[in-house]
């Protein structure tokens, strides 16, 4: 059975986003990232994006670079970045290059809205 990868995006309220990684998203998705994410990112009462891991299974370093590239850029308005619900695989993978320390991990998806929440309301 081929793994079926996917990215699609689900709007959270009207100041926020939730993107779905499923599957293996390498190098040869990063154009679609791109282009589901920059109409997002550039929408003025953005307030931040939830990365949902649940289905993720792999990711390679182009991927990676492009995360840290989005919490810059997100950082740059006071816009929120949270990865939620990693398996152990993505998790040591980015645990590894260090983004775990920079950007917020939540165990769940419900918590990463939660976290969101919070963070528009201040």
């Given at each position: 059975?081929?793994?079926?990868?996917?990215?699609?995006?689900?709007?959270?309220g009207?100041?926020?986003?939730a993107?779905?990684?499923?599957?293996?998203i390498?190098?040869?998705?990063?154009?679609?990232?791109?282009?589901?994410?920059?109409?997002?990112?550039e929408?003025?009462?953005?307030?931040?994006?939830?990365?949902?891991?649940?289905?993720l299974?792999?990711?390679?370093?182009?991927?990676?670079?492009?995360?840290?590239?989005?919490?810059?850029?997100?950082s740059?308005?006071?816009?929120?970045?949270?990865?939620?619900e990693?398996?152990?695989?993505?998790?040591d993978?980015?645990?590894?290059?260090?983004?775990?320390?920079i950007i917020?991990?939540?165990?769940?998806?419900?918590?990463?809205?939660?976290?969101?929440?919070?963070?528009?309301?201040?």
């Amino acid at each position: 059975m081929k793994n079926i990868s996917q990215i699609s995006q689900e709007a959270l309220g009207n100041d926020y986003y939730a993107i779905h990684l499923i599957g293996e998203i390498d190098i040869n998705y990063l154009p679609q990232l791109e282009t589901t994410l920059k109409p997002i990112t550039e929408m003025a009462q953005l307030k931040g994006i939830i990365l949902d891991c649940k289905k993720l299974v792999f990711i390679d370093s182009k991927i990676v670079g492009f995360i840290v590239y989005l919490y810059t850029k997100l950082s740059r308005s006071n816009q929120k970045l949270i990865i939620a619900e990693t398996n152990e695989t993505i998790n040591d993978i980015m645990t590894l290059v260090g983004l775990s320390t920079i950007i917020q991990f939540t165990p769940t998806f419900d918590e990463a809205v939660k976290q969101l929440n919070v963070y528009v309301t201040q």
